[in-house]
């Protein structure tokens, strides 16, 4: 034998999660180096993935499920996608989606079973039943429905102070101050201070800015102190 690393599959190589040794079972290579070692094994997994045409109704597979490699007996064929399985080391029923979750047909399911067996009484926290499956399935296409319909609706723009106030001027058709304008557009219910401490300086001081940037177009016009009316 060559010099080098060999790496021997039954047990599961160093540096391998244990529950990815059934996997290369049976195998053994040697390698020069641990890298040449780890890349080969990355390039058998892809390998080991199985197409559609392979996979047959009845049959154990190792399958991928919840991040562990676990045994799965194909039951049926799915109605929307993929198949339906039973997990054989929990009894559990499993939705495979797609034949890339199955790595090869078990020869020896129950040496799997004991290899991978952390909690023979509780299945992976992840692992969903056929159910469970369903009404996932079922609420994340009641949620797709609600965000198209509502999809370009714009959401009903709120009323600022400038635009009240320029509201409740129009409709009094007389002067008020800040202070009285703040009231009835707060008994309207057109707007109201988000609890702001002095809410009428605020909006003078915003009716000024519009007077100042906006000129003849302002809607505003002051008539006295403090006071101002619409001018359209």
Request: charged residues 35%.
């Amino acid at each position: 034998m060559p010099n080098g690393i060999t790496v021997h599959m039954v047990n599961g190589p160093r540096g391998l999660k244990p529950e990815y040794a059934a996997e290369f079972e049976g195998e053994s290579a040697t390698f020069p180096t641990a890298k040449a070692a780890r890349m080969w094994m990355r390039r058998r997994r892809k390998e080991r993935i199985m197409k559609k045409s392979e996979v047959k109704v009845g049959h154990v597979y190792i399958a991928k499920v919840s991040d562990r490699l676990v045994p799965v007996r194909i039951d049926s064929v799915h109605s929307r996608q993929g198949w339906n399985a039973t997990n054989t080391k929990t009894g559990r029923r499993v939705h495979i989606k797609s034949a890339q979750r199955l790595r090869r047909e078990a020869k020896n399911a129950t040496k799997v079973e004991d290899r991978n067996d952390r909690d023979r009484d509780r299945a992976p926290r992840s692992e969903l039943t056929l159910e469970e499956a369903d009404k996932l399935e079922k609420v994340r296409t009641a949620k797709a429905k609600k965000a198209k319909a509502t999809e370009g609706q714009a959401k009903p723009k709120r009323t600022s102070a400038l635009d009240a106030a320029a509201i409740v001027l129009k409709d009094v058709g007389r002067p008020l101050n800040c202070k009285e304008l703040i009231e009835m557009m707060a008994a309207r219910e057109l707007w109201q201070s988000p609890n702001g401490k002095t809410p009428e300086a605020t909006l003078y001081a915003a009716i000024l800015r519009e007077l100042k940037t906006k000129g003849d177009a302002a809607r505003f016009r002051k008539v006295g102190r403090g006071q101002f009316v619409y001018a359209g």
